[in-house]
């Protein structure tokens, strides 16, 4: 392949050309500070909000629930800063899903590091939580609960729906925090009806690094985790982001729109190169309970780390998620959870609406082939 293919987007995305547009005008037209008192610091005040007037449009919230971060390791650690400051260790239990991103997995154990009682949920052999052990961990009382949208490593959807209705219904009063990073995906977006906080990361949907959200209960009095200035109402201490937040909505708008149709089609495609040539292979949420554009495939007789650098030898670059109990390759905590396969090689793909079938077939069949070549295990077709 003479052009190298991008198959990484669950960890970042390509800026689009009308977001690039949207923040230099804006870091022109907007760079007096929004705190200001000035006229030329209120017009960059009002025009932050206009855009979070947009951002709440869409995801069907108010402005006053969003708050502006960094991203989602800040949001997610503001969720966490509440407990502590809200809650005691013996005020009840801590739930979180097995399967977390780091920056939820890692609060969690600051938190049972000061005692408090921290219960991780878990997920069967698809992915998905178990619901029964979820049930079983609600008969103690629970303070807090915190499960993600989507899976980074695999996109597998979670039933966070259900686990609200759950949580909900037995303890009223409890926090349930959603890491939506992964699933902004209007058909699945109804399942955060019920939560009371969620994160956002402006990068995983084609707007610059740097910019996410936090939203809140309308009512609730967030505890800041940054001091400082006291700006957005005394929640985030920092230097409001005109620009940036006008690209968020930018990436937002644009990417709410187009990860309907052609992302779904162009995951079919994928899906059926792969089970004419290779249908031994095991790919999770294969048939249903999965984002469209990000996949985690195990591959027997070869490690992740192999076929990762043998696509990078020909311009195709994925991520590697390894459950190979080999001493060189740390193994996934996700995939530990799940109870993959220690003796195969994962890597993740995912891709996005930008690309093209073509290029997306083309991709395929240059794994299969680097899977054919330096696999242990031989297939069909091979000599």
Known sequence: MNNS???????????LPEVSHTYITALSDYFPNPSAVHAEGKKSFNFLNEQKEKISEILKIKPEQVIITSGATESNNTVFHQIKNYYKPEDGRVLISQIEHGSVFNPAQDLAELGY?????????????????????????VIFVSTMLVNNETGIIQPVDKMVEMAKNKYPNLLFHCDAVQGVYPKIWHCLGNVDFFSLSGHKFHSPKGIGILVHPESYKIKPLLLGGGQQDNRRSGTMKPALTAAFTKALEISWQQRRNKIEKLNQAFLEIFAQSLPQINIKGKTQNRIPWTLNIGFPGITGSTLRRALARENIFVSQSSACSSQNEKMSRILQAMGANSQWGHIRISFSYLHEEKELTAAAHKIIECYRKYSLVKTSTDQ
């Not at 293919?5 to 800026?15: I, N």
């Open 117 to 141: 009682d921290v219960r991780f949920i878990r997920v069967n052999k698809e992915g998905t939580v178990d619901l029964e052990h979820f049930a079983s961990q609600l008969e103690e009382p």
């Open 5 to 15: 293919c991008y198959l990484d987007c669950a960890s970042s995305t390509r800026v």
